[in-house]
């Protein structure tokens, strides 16, 4: 490329086998360096946390790592060879005495991060490294593979109780509202709600899966207590779970 300084050219083999060299054996983090298209490319593989940034300043390029980097100070230099002529290692930065004046280019992707190095005039493109690819989406529950619990239910003088008989300790959430009383259960699991059915008014259900977690309605019309009810409703599910919790536990 016109107007390209020679360090960006030449020996881009041999700075990359001195760079793999000269990399201590116990180092956690690790640099490599390569001749790309008119400017010259530090890519960096990071063990652990880090936060890699860098500045010029009269001569001087700063990288820094928001932490102390596990690098020798020896295989950044190898692996820009003319271009970076000698370092030094200050706390979580690292300071190189550069040969030429550039331009800066830095991207970082998780634990990969690269620290582009480009002559003043030019004006290409230095590119990003790719995104991580998107994790895999949850596999689908299939309701039909899930085991299923059998609601038993029992109408009292002043209440009904729901009995949902767990093999294990589940968390439960209860939703009380006007005239219902919604429940969430934190595992996937199928409810046979057919019990509900069979009770005589005012109550009466809706159920399904939602996600990894079911809810399953009882509702009570406003006629026979609205809030009143729910909050009941509320504390007697509350007490009943909390017992069969108990009974387990001996």
């Not at 690819?133 to 609601?151: G, S, Y």
């Not at 589940?170 to 996937?188: C, D, E, M, N, Q």
């Not at 977690?213 to 009941?232: H, I, M, N, Y």
Request: glycine content about 10%; some cysteine.
């Amino acid at each position: 490329m016109k107007g390209e300084h020679p360090v960006f050219r030449r020996g881009f083999g041999l700075g990359l086998v001195m760079a793999l060299c000269a990399m201590p054996a116990l180092a956690a983090d690790r640099v490599s360096g390569s001749a790309e298209s008119g400017y010259r490319r530090l890519s960096f593989s990071l063990d652990g946390a880090a936060k890699i940034s860098a500045t010029t300043t009269e001569g001087v390029l700063a990288i820094s790592f928001g932490r102390a980097p596990t690098l020798d100070v020896a295989a950044i230099v190898a692996a820009a060879p003319g271009l970076i002529t000698s370092g030094r290692a200050d706390a979580g930065t690292l300071r190189f005495a550069i040969s030429q004046p550039v331009k800066l280019h830095v991207n970082q992707q998780g634990n990969s991060a690269v620290v582009d190095l480009a002559p003043l005039n030019f004006n290409g493109a230095m590119p990003d490294l790719p995104p991580p690819p998107k994790p895999a989406p949850p596999k689908p529950v299939d309701p039909a593979a899930l085991p299923e619990i059998k609601l038993r239910a029992g109408n009292y003088n002043n209440f009904t109780r729901l009995v949902f008989d767990w093999k294990s300790d589940v968390p439960y959430t209860v939703f009380p509202g006007a005239g219902k009383i919604g429940l969430r259960f934190g595992a996937p699991i199928r409810f046979d709600l057919s019990i509900i059915g069979k009770l005589p008014p005012p109550f009466r259900d809706r159920g399904g899966l939602i996600n990894t977690s079911l809810f399953a309605d009882v509702r009570t019309p406003p006629c026979v207590g609205g809030r009143r009810r729910s909050r009941l409703v509320k504390s007697r599910l509350e007490s009943v779970l909390r017992d069969q919790r108990k009974r387990r536990r001996r």
